[in-house]
């Protein structure tokens, strides 16, 4: 599919190759790259991803109103991807940030950390906004940079700035996934 709004944008590449696997779709000719995507959106992605697999049983989360993303959120709590929010909830109309996003890769991955953890200190000191990354997601955040998934808000490299609960971007979204998919 040609998009007729990801022309130099600077994850066009990323976005063709999301889209070529399935993944990532469009909406009537157009990718919409700096519109964010919510935590029900995301977690369809990394279903497609893994084959759309039947879930053995429906979701436990109290707020899952559509049909269309029960069964990739029941097979992600399944397999221990999502936790939600809080309270029995979802939240699937919420903006997946960039923290919540790579802290699902790193459950879909095994949830092992790895030699990233030796630069844990190294890693506090180069990003200056480090300590706005949650308790929970510190280690997949700092996985995410160790195995190059991470990607920044507007570039392939990650600045010296993370943005770890800015809501991710459709373009950022396609960085990560074709990245962690190559990884695996």
Known sequence: VDFSDIAGNWAEDYIVEA???????????????????????????????????????????????????????????????????GNGKFDPGGPVTREQLVTILFRLSGGQSGMESMFTSAYDDAYTDAGQISAYAKPAVYWSIYHEILCGEQSLTVPAALAPRAAATRAQIAVMIVRYLDME
């Open 19 to 85: 889209n070529a696997q399935g993944l990532v779709y469009g909406y009537n000719g157009v990718y919409r790259p700096n519109d964010t995507m919510t935590r029900a959106e995301f977690v369809t992605i990394l279903y497609r991803a893994c084959g759309s697999p039947k879930p053995a049983k429906a979701a436990s989360f109290t707020d899952l109103t559509q049909t269309w993303y029960r069964d990739p959120i029941a097979w992600a709590e399944e397999n221990q991807v999502v936790n939600g929010v």
